[in-house]
């Protein structure tokens, strides 16, 4: 109550209503990431509803997004995982860079974000990454998308990855990583390598499992 009236006072311009400043499910999140500190919420929060609005989030639909989508390289899973996570799975072999407008690629993710977080089951509060590694090459490494994706999350999604899983890495990702690892700040530790027999065996059951994992 204290942070919904300190932003009546005192951001009155913002929006109000779902992700809007009088959002409780919202502000209560943001309490719980700022761990209760009404300044450091209210900083944050504000932060957010303003990007929001200036990204525009809430008008991004899926027609304009159906050039980029087409490529295949992320989307969202059918089926939550084992954990009842929905999950994004992302495709770096089918990214190119400057294939489309930079801004194309920026919202295709945080509308993929969005729709994850639209699936969640009530109870849960995070989602699975999958970065599908198979066939990636130094021609599909983005360092500036990687670090507007995790800035994204970090600023403006917090606490909603819950775990990041790095497919089949080849020996080319590795110094790429090492060059990404301090830009993704803590989400770094949220990171596992892991193989497609890992995926298959923790993260799914047989009825659940991608289409691109099966045998």
């Not at 530790?189 to 099966?214: G, M």
């Amino acid at each position: 109550m204290k942070v919904k009236e300190k932003l009546e006072k005192d951001y009155y311009s913002l929006p109000t209503g779902k992700n809007g400043r009088d959002d409780e499910e919202l502000i209560l999140w943001f309490l719980k990431d700022r761990k209760f500190s009404i300044d450091d919420a209210i900083a944050k929060l504000t932060k957010t509803i303003k990007w929001r609005r200036e990204f525009g989030v809430s008008e991004i639909t899926e027609e304009s997004l159906k050039r980029v989508a087409a490529t295949g390289k992320s989307y969202l899973h059918d089926s939550l995982d084992v954990n009842g996570r929905p999950v994004l799975i992302v495709v770096p072999s089918k990214h190119i860079p400057d294939e489309f407008d930079r801004s194309e690629d920026e919202r295709l993710c945080v509308f993929m974000l969005e729709k994850a977080l639209s699936r969640l089951p009530d109870g849960k509060e995070e989602i699975l990454g999958i970065f599908d590694l198979r066939g990636f090459g130094l021609k599909n490494s983005d360092l500036k998308f990687l670090t507007f994706l995790f800035d994204v999350l970090y600023y403006y999604y917090p606490r909603r990855l819950g775990q990041v899983l790095f497919v089949e890495a080849p020996f080319v990702f590795q110094p790429i990583w090492q060059l990404a690892k301090p830009l993704v700040k803590h989400y770094a530790s949220l990171v596992r390598f892991c193989s497609a027999d890992d995926v298959r065996k923790e993260y799914f059951t047989e009825s659940t499992l991608p289409a691109s994992f099966r045998h």
